[in-house]
């Protein structure tokens, strides 16, 4: 794994240090010896991640922290704060700032390894999600702003504590229990059926459970589906610097040492929590602009776009299982005079309450969509012309019989459909012969007077 470090301190020996340690990691290392260059080269976007001195003269290190993460191009670029200040007060005003992580000089090699591996990971996968957003722009339903972390975001997560030992789980506990929704397990196979069957935040795993390797339940978790997004954090002790980086590898998220600071701990805490909800928000998101893809947004109904694409696969298996495959294309009749006479909202109104009424009148395996304007089609498996003829003219029935509702329920439209149908013959069809046949079948309808099924000619 590599990534982009922007390096940021005014002191050119430590900038040399960090930059020669990163490297031997294959990190690709940029520069800055101030706040305003940084700024400027993160706005730019040329880096991953911000290794950022705290003690700078002119812009300090809080600010410049404060002013990427205020700023919607950079609010996701994650930040670590390395200081030469040991001061818990330091470390929570950075954290206040908006940072993601900080170090303490001399920055420990493991440490610089295990928190920016880490960050490029997690880095890595948001910004995947947030080019798959950005096509959610394209229909209307993303800004950027919404995209923002809260701090607040950070709290009230439901959290699963794994730890066999009652002196170690208890002191996690005391520190995050006025915060979160903790759940302890002391049996990591347990552990991890709750974790697959339950929605949690974050998962805080001891590296020192007895009999048992807390990594096997790390690779386990990240090698099952429902838990493979959730975040890890490992709890540590001197000497697991090997499992430690083990860890990292299988994709654990985050890691503090034994004595546990309570401070640090909620920071970290916080920091995990509020990214696993904003990707959980962009991951819908990216599910949303999907189903507008394929969707129409005034019905519900799936789109021409999906229908080319599924009817192939309806088509294919109807030809391997030698079974039938039956079309059917409605169209509303006059329904240019409901807009003409009604308004377009009117027409709308119409559209939404006609598909209502298809999706009433088709089975769960069937496919009904809106096909454009006022037409619309349903493709159905297994199902010869016959039984197609009689779901289309129940569909017909049932829009005559009922009156249309328009304009909040002051006015109400008689309204019926046509309909043609086709289904697959033999020898040499295709799907685009189908649509022909059965449009075909419903200029008839039209022509011979509207509100009427008509099949294609056997």
Same mark, same amino acid.
């Given at each position: ?295 129409? /947004?005034? !019905? &519900? ?7 080319? $694409?599924?009817?192939?696969? =309806?088509? +294919? ?107 697959? /013959?033999? !020898? &040499? ?7 022909? $046949?059965?449009?075909?079948? =419903?200029? +008839? ?14």
């Amino acid at each position: 794994m590599t990534a982009r470090v922007l390096v940021v301190d005014d002191i050119l020996a430590n900038v040399k240090l960090l930059q020669a340690r990163l490297m031997a990691e294959y990190f690709e290392v940029i520069t800055a010896s101030n706040g305003p260059d940084a700024l400027e080269k993160c706005r730019a976007g040329q880096c991953d991640i911000v290794l950022l001195d705290i003690m700078m003269p002119g812009m300090d290190g809080y600010e410049v922290c404060r002013q990427l993460k205020a700023d919607v191009r950079t609010a996701h670029l994650p930040v670590i704060m390395v200081t030469a200040l040991d001061q818990q007060s330091d470390r929570l005003e950075g954290l206040k700032s908006g940072a993601d992580d900080f170090l303490i000089k001399p920055v420990d090699d493991i440490a610089l390894t295990t928190r920016v591996k880490s960050l490029a990971r997690l880095k890595m996968v948001t910004d995947e999600l947030q080019m798959r957003v950005s096509t959610g722009r394209e229909f209307g339903i993303d800004d950027p702003r919404d995209n923002h972390i809260d701090p607040k975001e950070g709290r009230g997560g439901k959290l699963l504590i794994v730890d066999d030992r009652a002196s170690s789980y208890e002191k996690v506990v005391d520190a995050l229990g006025t915060e979160h929704d903790l759940t302890v397990i002391t049996n990591p196979q347990e552990a991890l059926f709750r974790a697959a069957d339950e929605n949690f935040d974050l998962v805080i795993i001891s590296l020192a459970i007895e009999n048992f390797d807390a990594l096997r339940l790390c690779s386990q978790m990240r090698s099952i589906d429902r838990t493979r997004l959730i975040p890890m954090l490992l709890v540590t002790q001197k000497g697991d610097e090997a499992a430690l980086l083990r860890g990292i590898d299988l994709g654990v998220n985050d890691y503090i040492s034994r004595p546990i600071e309570p401070c640090e701990l909620k920071a970290r805490t916080r920091t995990q929590v509020k990214r696993k909800r904003l990707n959980d928000r962009l991951r819908a998101r990216v599910q949303q602009t999907m189903e507008m893809a394929v969707r129409d /947004s005034l !019905t &519900g109904l799936n789109n021409r776009r999906y229908f080319d $694409r599924h009817m192939q696969n =309806l088509f +294919d298996k109807a030809v391997a299982s030698g079974k039938s495959l039956s079309l059917v294309v409605l169209d509303i009749d006059h329904f240019k005079q409901v807009n003409d006479t009604y308004g377009h909202q009117a027409g709308d109104d119409v559209l939404k309450t006609f598909a209502e009424r298809l999706l009433k009148n088709v089975r769960g395996k069937d496919l009904a969509c809106r096909f454009g304007g006022e037409e619309f089609v349903i493709a159905m498996p297994e199902t010869d012309q016959e039984l197609a003829f009689v779901v289309a003219d129940r569909i017909r029935r049932e829009v005559s019989a009922h009156p249309f509702v328009v304009e909040g329920g002051s006015k109400q439209i008689s309204i019926t459909v046509s309909a043609g149908i086709a289904s697959m /013959s033999t !020898t &040499g069809d295709s799907i685009t012969d189908m649509v022909k $046949r059965a449009d075909a079948a =419903l200029y +008839d309808a039209k022509r011979n007077g509207r509100n009427q099924v008509v099949a294609e000619a056997a």
